[in-house]
């Protein structure tokens, strides 16, 4: 079974300050997909970045990037430069190695709040 | 553009009645999945299909149904069964194989 904690029920952030959102992850897969998602208050999840299990360097875009300890079994999202419309809900998400099988594990979420 | 579609935004469902929501993309993915988000909680997985007619249950099936007669089509019905449907769902496609899930815009259910 996959499981996914985020630890961090709420943060808050002044504007422009760097951010690290905390994720870890218990699986007992070879390979497996870690994915942040984003979650305005308007409801829709956007997709924000993906670490593959056996990429041997950090994923970036743009100002996230995402720190991944594999021996640590974690998974941070790191939001530079913050800005307003940052604030949302953020999920980190897992998927496993079995062929075919697509599903995705959440966390509980963590709600960011950028303070002007 | 390409993406999902779902709808409606809002429902309302009385006692004893079957709903169904609608999920369409136009993405060309072969994989579809519905989720269920309840209050401070993250998504959990109801149903999900990987092909056109063929569909396995999530993590919390009970009480919900699906079809996948067209690629881009995957109905969700929450039945009478369901007796606790008061949440928000969402849709999500991917292609099969390490690509991110897209997701539509949600649709929230209250029961009256």
């Known amino acids: 079974a996959q499981k996914i904690t985020q630890t961090q029920p709420g943060m808050f952030v002044q504007e422009k300050e760097a951010v690290t959102l905390d994720c870890t992850y218990d699986?007992?897969?070879?390979?497996?997909?870690l994915f942040w998602y984003k979650q305005p208050s308007s409801g829709e999840m956007i997709f924000l970045i993906y670490?593959?299990?056996?990429?041997?360097q950090n994923a970036t875009e743009g100002r996230y990037s995402l720190n991944f300890q594999k021996a640590r079994k974690s998974a941070n999202l790191v939001i530079s430069a913050s800005q307003l419309g940052d604030s949302a809900m953020y999920f980190c998400?897992?998927?496993?190695?079995?062929?075919?099988?697509?599903?995705?594990?959440f966390g509980t979420g963590t709600r960011l709040t950028i303070i002007p | 553009d390409g993406g999902i579609t779902q709808s409606p935004k809002y429902l309302f469902r009385k006692e004893g009645q079957n709903v169904t929501l609608s999920c369409e993309q136009n993405?060309?993915?072969?994989?579809m999945y519905w989720y269920r988000q309840d209050p401070g909680q993250g998504l959990r997985l109801i149903y999900y299909?990987?092909?056109?007619?063929?569909?396995q249950k999530g993590d919390i099936a009970e009480g919900y149904s699906v079809s996948r007669e067209k690629k881009e089509s995957f109905p969700l019905t929450v039945t009478s069964a369901q007796k606790n449907p008061t949440a928000f769902y969402l849709c999500?496609?991917?292609?099969?194989?390490?690509?991110?899930?897209?997701f539509g815009d949600g649709t929230r259910l209250s029961i009256l």
């Open positions: 670490q593959g299990s056996y990429d041997e």
């Open positions: 699986t007992s897969d070879q390979s497996y997909g």
């Open positions: 999500a496609s991917s292609i099969t194989r390490g690509q991110p899930q897209h």
């Open positions: 299909s990987q092909i056109v007619n063929d569909f």
């Open positions: 993405l060309n993915h072969d994989a």
């Open positions: 998400a897992m998927r496993g190695s079995n062929f075919g099988n697509e599903k995705l594990t």
